[in-house]
């Protein structure tokens, strides 16, 4: 079955500076590719997603990459702001031809932006 | 719309007991998912539905059973509660998915529930 692998697990940066969190998954059908951003004491939020048949997309500070050949993507946050602060998750479909959402999540990446 | 609500959300339970841990959602969406959150493992699935009356097990099931009878309600049975079921809860709801490969759409999480078993 799938797996998703998750890097680094805590990444601390100064406020300013640009963060990246990358994943790996394991199977070459996976077509969905989203990123949630959970703050302390929430539940996860979409934050932004990828399908397989698109390289990048951003949206404002935000960007996500795919590679699939080499079947990782990863998540770009530039000019960090404190309320970037939060744990981030990287997720695959999970059975992508069974149309039943299911995902699967990487382990989470605590993002700490000092002032 | 309130969105997704749980209750409750804490909840401290002796090893043996059990209890339903209470999912709600007002969008109208018919797939609805459990996951726990342990540290460092990032979220399990444990049950899913594609609508009332549909469930099916995810990743993690063992220990865990779940009805559907309305759209709107999807709760989580606990039996015979173990420390090893020590964990943050999470219900999420979703739109239909589209038909043919690749249709997914956004999960909207509830708040969660903590639950330590002793």
């Known amino acids: 079955g799938e797996n998703v692998e998750q890097h680094p697990s805590t990444l601390s940066v100064q406020e300013g500076d640009s963060a990246v969190i990358k994943c790996t998954y394991s199977?070459?059908?996976?077509?969905?590719f989203p990123w949630y951003k959970q703050e302390l004491g929430k539940g996860p939020q979409l934050i932004i997603d990828?399908?397989?048949?698109?390289g990048e997309k951003k949206d404002q500070r935000i960007a996500v990459t795919l590679n699939k050949t080499a079947k990782h993507f990863s998540l770009h946050i530039t000019e960090t702001q404190p309320e970037d602060s939060a744990v981030y998750f990287c997720?695959?479909?999970?059975?992508?031809?069974?149309?039943?959402?299911?995902?699967?999540f990487g382990q989470g990446t605590t993002l700490q932006v000092k002032p | 719309n309130a969105g997704v609500t749980q209750t409750p959300k804490f909840r401290i339970l002796k090893i043996g007991q059990s209890m339903t841990l209470q999912c709600t959602q007002d969008?109208?969406?018919?797939?609805m998912y459990w996951y726990r959150q342990d540290p460092g493992m990032g979220l399990k699935l444990i049950y899913y539905?594609?609508?009332?009356?549909?469930?099916d097990k995810g990743e993690v099931p063992n220990g865990y059973n779940v009805s559907r009878s309305t759209t709107e309600d999807f709760p989580l049975r606990l039996e015979l509660a173990a420390p090893s079921q020590t964990s943050v809860y999470f219900c999420?709801?979703?739109?239909?998915?589209?038909?043919?490969?690749?249709?997914?759409?956004?999960?909207?999480f509830g708040p969660g529930t903590r639950l330590t078993v002793l």
């Open positions: 997720a695959a479909s999970l059975e992508p031809h069974s149309n039943t959402g299911k995902l699967i």
């Open positions: 990828i399908r397989s048949n698109v």
């Open positions: 539905s594609v609508g009332a009356g549909i469930t």
């Open positions: 969008m109208n969406h018919n797939y």
């Open positions: 199977d070459s059908a996976s077509n969905y």
């Open positions: 999420a709801s979703s739109p239909t998915i589209g038909p043919g490969q690749g249709s997914y759409n956004e999960q909207f």
